[in-house]
C-alpha cells in the first residue's frame, strides 16, 4: 500500500503562507469519531495537519456496534462504485495493521458462504471467479464438502464455499487505534456537539464551552424533537437506495420486513455555550446524523439511519478465534473472535434514530442464527448492540467537497468497518486539497 511518507513535512495552510514564507500548518476539524472521522484523523495527522477531532458521544453510533465482517467481493454485483470503495477498503488494511502495529482485531479467518440449496452458490461461485483477477487477494475459492468442520456449531444439512481472504476486524478496536495513534502525532480529541455556521466555521458546544464530557441527557433517538424530514429525497428511500444499490448482493443489507420507522431526522438540541473551533478546513464524517451537521450550510442530504441488533455470545472454553466468517444467503451472518466468542447478526431496519435494542429484533437474530448453527443452543448470550448504519439514499458513500471548506465523508451503510479507513484517507486528502487515492466522482455531492 502506498502510505503517507511521515517524514513529509507539515501541510501549510495556503491561506496562511506569506511571501515572507512564514509556515503555518493547516488546522483541520474532523466531526464524528467513528471509524471514518478516526480514518480521517489519522491520515491528516500522518500528513503534519494540525487536527481536532469533535465528538458528541451519541447513542447509536454504527462502529461501536459493527460486526467486522471484510469480504467485499461477494457483494454489489451490478454496482462498480460501491464494489471499487469496499474492494479498497480491503486492500487497505494489511498496510494499516503493519502502520499501527497493535492488535485491532485483524485476522484473516477466510467467509464460508453456506445454503441449503447448492444450486444457491452458483450465482456468487461464479461473481468470485469474474472478480479473481482483479482481486486476487481473495484467494482461491473452494467447495467445502463438511463446513462443520470449520465452524462446529453449523448445521450439517448446508453447502458451502470458502473465500479464504476474508478478514474480520473488531471496529471499536480500530477507531481506538487510529484515533491514538492520530493523538500521538499531534491531534486533539474533545467531547461536544459541533454545529457548522452557514459558513463553515464550527462551533463546539459543551456545558462549560471546556469540550469536556456534555450529561448523557438528550441523546439522539431517545425521544428527541422530531426535526425536518431529508429534502428532496423520498422516505423511506426507493431503489438502489434501499438496498445500498446491491442488485443481487450475497449479505442482505435491505430491510427484509415492513418499514416501521418515523421521519428520518432528530435534532439533538445543543446546550452549553458554544465556542468556535478554528480550521482552514472541516471533515464531516458524523454518520448518520451528517444530514443535520450539515443543513446550516444550505444543503439537504439524504442520509438516514438503518438500525441493527447484533449479539454477542460465549462458548466457554471454545478456541473460537480462526473460525471462518460464516455468510447464510439469506440470514444472519457469524462470525467468532478470540475470547470464545461468536458474533451474530444482525437486524436491518429502518426505524429512524431509535437505538434500542428490542425483543422482536434479538428474536428474530437468535432464530434465524440457531437455524444456521444450532450448536450454538447453549451458548452463553453476552452482549447485545445496537448501531445506526449511516445509508446515503442515492446510491453508495457520499465522499467529496461540500463547500470550499467543508468535506463530508459518510454513507458507507453496512460495508463501514470495510471502507472506513479507506474513507477517512480519501476525505483527509480532499481535505489537504491532495489527489485522492481513488476518482471520488461517483461519490461526490450533487453528482447524482
Ligand atoms: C449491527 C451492525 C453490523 C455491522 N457490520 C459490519 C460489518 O460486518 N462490516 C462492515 O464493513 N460494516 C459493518 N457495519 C457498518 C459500519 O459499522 C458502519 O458503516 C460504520 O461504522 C460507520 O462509521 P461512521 O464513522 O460513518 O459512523 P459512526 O460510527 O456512526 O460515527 C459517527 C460519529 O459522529 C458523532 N457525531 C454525530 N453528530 C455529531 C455532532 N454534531 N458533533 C459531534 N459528533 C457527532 C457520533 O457521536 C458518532 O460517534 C455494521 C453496522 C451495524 C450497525
Known amino acids: 500500500m502506498a502510505g503517507y511518507p511521515h517524514d513529509k513535512g507539515r501541510i501549510r495552510s495556503s491561506a496562511q503562507v506569506t511571501s515572507a514564507a512564514i509556515i503555518v500548518t493547516m488546522r483541520v476539524v474532523v466531526i464524528g469519531s467513528g471509524i471514518v472521522g478516526a480514518g480521517a484523523a489519522y491520515h491528516l ?12 458521544g451519541y447513542q447509536g453510533d454504527a462502529t461501536r456496534a459493527g460486526a467486522g465482517i471484510v469480504c467485499p467481493w461477494v457483494d454489489h454485483p451490478e454496482d462498480d462504485d460501491w464494489y471499487r470503495l469496499t474492494n479498497e477498503g480491503a486492500r487497505h488494511y494489511p498496510g494499516l495493521v503493519e502502520e499501527l502495529g497493535e492488535d485491532i482485531g485483524y485476522a484473516k479467518v477466510g467467509a464460508l458462504l453456506v445454503a441449503e440449496d447448492p444450486a444457491d452458490l452458483e450465482q456468487v461461485r461464479a461473481l468470485l471467479r469474474r472478480r479473481r483477477p482483479g482481486a486476487p487477494e481473495m484467494g482461491e475459492i473452494t467447495d467445502v464438502s463438511t463446513p462443520s468442520e470449520l465452524f462446529p ?19 471499536r478496536a480500530v477507531r481506538d487505534a487510529l484515533l491514538r495513534a492520530a493523538v500521538s502525532m499531534g491531534a486533539e480529541v474533545r467531547t461536544g456537539i459541533a454545529a457548522l ?61 415492513p418499514v416501521t420507522g418515523g421521519p428520518p431526522g432528530v435534532q439533538r438540541p445543543l446546550s452549553g455555550a458554544a465556542v468556535p473551533l478554528d480550521a482552514d478546513a472541516v471533515i464531516v464524517a458524523a454518520g448518520a446524523w451528517t444530514g443535520e451537521v450539515c443543513r446550516p450550510l444550505g444543503v439537504e442530504l439524504p442520509v438516514f439511519p438503518r438500525r441493527g441488533q447484533i449479539l454477542h455470545a460465549t462458548l466457554e472454553g471454545v478456541d473460537t478465534a480462526w473460525w471462518p466468517i460464516i455468510l447464510p444467503r439469506m440470514g444472519p451472518y457469524l462470525l467468532g473472535f478470540p475470547d470464545s466468542r461468536v458474533v451474530i447478526g444482525a437486524t436491518v431496519e429502518d426505524v429512524g434514530f431509535a437505538p434500542r435494542v428490542t425483543m422482536g429484533g434479538l428474536d428474530e437474530v437468535i432464530r434465524a442464527g440457531l437455524r444456521v448453527a444450532p450448536g450454538l443452543f447453549n451458548a452463553t448470550v453476552t452482549e447485545t448492540r445496537v448501531g445506526l448504519r449511516p445509508v446515503y439514499a442515492p446510491g453508495p458513500a457520499l465522499i467529496g467537497p461540500l463547500t470550499g471548506r467543508v468535506v463530508v465523508a459518510t454513507g458507507l451503510s453496512a460495508y463501514g468497518l470495510t471502507a472506513g479507513p479507506f474513507t477517512g484517507r480519501i476525505a483527509a486528502a480532499l481535505a489537504l486539497g491532495d489527489t485522492p487515492p481513488i476518482d471520488i466522482t461517483p461519490y461526490a455531492p450533487n453528482t447524482r
Open 153 to 171: 456449531p453449523l448445521s450439517d444439512t448446508l453447502s458451502a464455499i470458502l473465500v479464504p481472504g476474508a478478514a474480520r476486524v473488531d471496529g
Open 45 to 56: 495527522s500522518r500528513r503534519g495537519a494540525a487536527v481536532t477531532v469533535v465528538d458528541g
Open 197 to 257: 455556521t452557514p459558513d463553515g466555521q464550527v462551533l463546539l458546544h459543551s456545558p462549560d464551552g471546556s469540550g469536556q464530557p456534555l450529561a448523557p441527557e438528550g441523546t439522539a433517538g431517545s425521544g428527541a424533537t422530531p426535526a425536518v424530514t431529508a429534502g428532496g429525497a423520498a422516505y423511506p428511500p426507493t431503489s438502489r437506495a434501499h438496498g445500498g444499490g446491491q442488485g443481487a448482493s450475497w449479505r442482505q443489507a435491505a430491510p427484509s420486513g
